[in-house]
């Protein structure tokens, strides 16, 4: 007897496509629609359980749940943009200032002249000085004409011009940094004082010339390299090259300050390397 082929296919097997092919030959439903209910099913199934909020599936599953959210008003937006504005101001006319630490250290014997400062500031500097008053320059190798020049560091070179200004020999201390890629001010703060104590002369009271931003950022190295036990100060002398009390107005003087801010923060985020 030839059997029907709904029998071949047992009502409560558990395989669901088998079940699908049984139940789509005894409803004598078409194969393709069967086929298209099948996977409509399951793809319902499947995306249940990431889109319906009462699925018995834990909460962490879930890739997308629906929650309510506050977002800012007309008058909310331009309250951030104003406050935006005012800090940003703000910045702008302090954070020159801010930079170009003036710190005096009174009644100071020893000033401390970093070699690359401009010659107009170097006279400033030299106009004010007390008779008594030991000049002590630093800096590093010369990068270029080393051919035309007989002085080899920036801290020579400073030297010879002090000397021009009428400094008598006797009265600066050359303190040369040798060449390094890193830390070059730090590793100038260190040079310095050796050649003092060398001398004998480490401890005493000290004022440090830098230029313009880069105060702040010496000022912290040297105190770093000498301690916290050494009377320093800070004296920041203004350049002419250009003016850097309005910093955003030239490329130049926004580059300076922009780079002089970035390195102060580094500095700080890596004190506890010095």
């Not at 000049?135 to 920036?154: A, D, I, N, Q, R």
């Not at 400073?158 to 000397?163: E, P, Q, V």
């Not at 830098?210 to 009377?231: I, K, Q, T």
């Amino acid at each position: 007897m030839k059997k029907n082929k709904a029998e071949w296919i047992h009502p409560g097997n558990a395989c669901s496509w088998r079940c699908f092919c049984g139940k789509a030959l005894v409803d004598g439903k078409p194969f393709v629609l069967r086929v298209l209910d099948f996977f409509r099913s399951w793809v319902f199934r499947v995306s249940s359980l990431f889109l319906s909020s009462q699925t018995a599936i834990p909460s962490l599953m879930k890739l997308f749940q629906k929650t309510e959210v506050y977002r800012l008003t007309l008058w909310g937006v331009l309250l951030v943009f104003l406050m935006i504005g005012l800090l940003a101001a703000g910045a702008c006319f302090r954070l020159y200032p801010f930079l170009a630490q003036t710190r005096p250290q009174p009644q100071a014997e020893l000033l401390i002249i970093e070699g690359w400062i401009e010659d107009s500031a170097l006279a400033a500097m030299h106009s004010d000085a007390d008779s008594n008053t030991l000049f002590v320059t630093t800096g590093g190798p010369v990068k270029y004409g080393v051919s035309l020049l007989k002085e080899k560091t920036y801290a020579e070179v400073t030297t010879a011009r002090l000397r021009q200004l009428g400094v008598s020999p006797g009265a600066i201390l050359t303190a040369s940094a040798p060449d390094t890629v890193r830390d070059r001010t730090y590793i100038s703060a260190l040079a310095v004082r050796r050649a003092l104590e060398e001398q004998g002369l480490f401890g005493r009271p000290a004022n440090l010339y830098s230029l313009s931003a880069h105060s702040r950022r010496s000022g912290l190295l040297y105190r770093f390299a000498f301690g916290p036990e050494v009377p320093l100060g800070v004296i920041s002398l203004d350049g002419e090259e250009v003016d850097l009390s309005r910093w955003w107005r030239s490329s130049l003087a926004f580059k300076h300050v922009m780079t002089e801010l970035m390195s102060w923060l580094y500095v700080q985020c890596t004190r506890w390397t010095y």
